[in-house]
């Protein structure tokens, strides 16, 4: 979902200089960052395209150990549809019709029209009633999370000197700024949000890159199938991005990048989500020819409206559109399908964090956007490809990638780390100074 432009500037870019007059607190901070990182992008999930390869280089080889593989044995895969031949389209309105029938094999009193909280769920009722096809929030699956006692006093302690990616907001969403600054500099300003003016860290490499932090968002029954961990270490999406956000900051309007089923497990705070069922591109106005910026090409499918403040005269057809509304609370872990425009907004501070995962119910949806794309040419499929289990397909399919796009994804891995860990010479400094400060007040209060 994310298109890249990464530009290193001398001086903050001239749309932001008047912020310099403004005095505001975040910002008089914030602004000396500028030059740092200018990211220009247009939503979350360019952030998370961003840094989705990031640390392929660094790490890939201790992930590969833990990577997650298919739990349930897959016995054959849907014979019917031969990527070889012709070009998948998931049927989402059949897909309802589905879940309407198999309601009818369970024992639950389903809300038809709204967002189920469960708690007792077998693995087949979620494919059956909600996995590509409806939204579910669970409700018990983070119980054991070490990372429920995540704290800021926690994170600043141990994690402060040290670079989060964030974006800052001052004004509209259309406004956002893509920066990376140190963790303690993000914290500081936690309560100085207005509704125009806020900031986001959403980073995917964060918790990636510190095993530690990693261990305590373990995967749950519903998500441990991924046959992600089977694309090459250069261009597998990264499963973890960390979400805090002051008030009023939020998302944009996108569906994920190939078009995956999303999670996002809330850890801290409150944050309210509008989920739009499939069908309505025209309604939210999604332009169709945007790339996603990965190495390994897909489609952008963001929406240029900011569903929780729509400017109606710019987008009139929004009116019409049709969405569920959610308030997620810590210990709920929300679970959005494939195909499912989403918005979220962090009514208060709030903190979470987002993965996804490519099973049996969306792997041919994810393998037709990458196919699409044309990274990889369909005529070069076998003509049984469809006979092969799905993990299989999909290994397959990854085994075509031109090594271009692999050193593609090497290069910009390489480039989004350096520019990220990159301090300039000011900014040094200035940690000194601040380094300085604390260790005499230590002394003196010794
Ligand atoms: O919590 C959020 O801000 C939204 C996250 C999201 O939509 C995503 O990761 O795709």
Redesign the pocket.
Known sequence: ?AKFKIAQREQPPKKLQHLRQQKQALWVDLKSYLPLLDITYSS??SI?GLVTVILAIFISSKLMQSSRIPVKKLEKSEPSVNLSTKQFVYDHQAAQLERTNNMDKYDFNYDRFGIDRRSELTLQEFWDVYDAKWPVVLTTVMDDWPARKWSTELFNKTYGEQRIVMKAVQGTLKNARGLALPLHLFIQHLNDSSPTSWT?L?DELFLQQRPELYKQVPRNLYTEEDFFPLFPKEVQPWDC?L?W?TAY????L?I?PYNWT???A?LKGH?K?KLFPPGQDDLLYVPQDGACGFPLDCFKYNSPVDAFEPDHEQYPKFKQAMYLELDQFPGEFLI?PTGWF?????AEE?M?V???FMNRNNYLIIMEEILKAGSIKRQRLPAYFHSLLPPDQVKYLMSLLPKSVLRKGKKLTEDIIQQVERKNQKQMKEDETRKEIEKKKKKKQN
């Open positions: 979902m979350i999930s998370a986001y959403e991005m979400l956000g900051s939020r998302s944009s996108h994920d999303g999670t996002n809330v944050k989500w959005i989403h918005q979220a907004y962090n709030t979470a987002s993965g996804q």
